[in-house]
């Protein structure tokens, strides 16, 4: 893994086995999202629960959950959502476990010539405290390093 820079940024992207209306029904689903990138043989998150009032349908919406890493909450917000382009942006509300700030956006494209397919997106930026403990920090980047797979592994999963 490269070193670990005080904002790192990430991006990722796969082609899907269903149509963007589909993916875009499940993705824009944080509980959802949530259970396909930590099913229960990784384990990685617990008490994942909307928060606040927050719910699917809500913009903004708050979430929780605990990361069974080091047991730090972690409290993110929905902070926009576009219906029509299927584009969906969340963030940290809080720091945890060394990273001071977390924006990410992820979006479902459709494929002109293969319309049962969805192009899927997933851009973050983390800003890690200067006194992070740099190995939860790089347990948690390689963990985000393969949730998109996560992803493209459920909608396989599905069309078979």
């Not at 913009?59 to 069974?68: H, S």
Request: hydrophobic share 40%; no cysteine; glycine share 4%.
């Amino acid at each position: 893994m490269p070193k670990i820079q005080r904002k790192h940024t990430m991006y990722h992207s796969t082609i899907l086995d269903a149509d963007p209306d589909t993916v875009w029904a499940t993705v824009r689903d944080a509980m959802q999202i949530l259970e396909i990138v930590s099913p229960g043989d990784l384990d990685i998150h617990t008490d994942v629960s909307w928060v606040e009032g927050g719910s699917v349908d809500t913009v903004p919406a708050r979430y929780d959950f605990r990361l069974t890493l080091n047991g730090g909450l972690v409290q993110q917000e929905i902070a926009a959502r576009d219906e029509i382009n299927k584009t969906q942006s969340y963030r940290a509300v809080a720091p945890t476990s060394g990273v001071q700030s977390y924006q990410a956006t992820i979006r479902v494209r459709p494929i002109t010539n293969d319309p049962a397919r969805s192009f899927f997106e997933w851009d973050r930026v983390l800003e890690i405290a200067d006194d992070a403990d740099l190995n939860v920090v790089e347990a948690i980047i390689d963990v985000m390093e393969k949730q998109t797979d996560a992803v493209r592994d459920h909608f396989a999963a599905a069309a078979k």
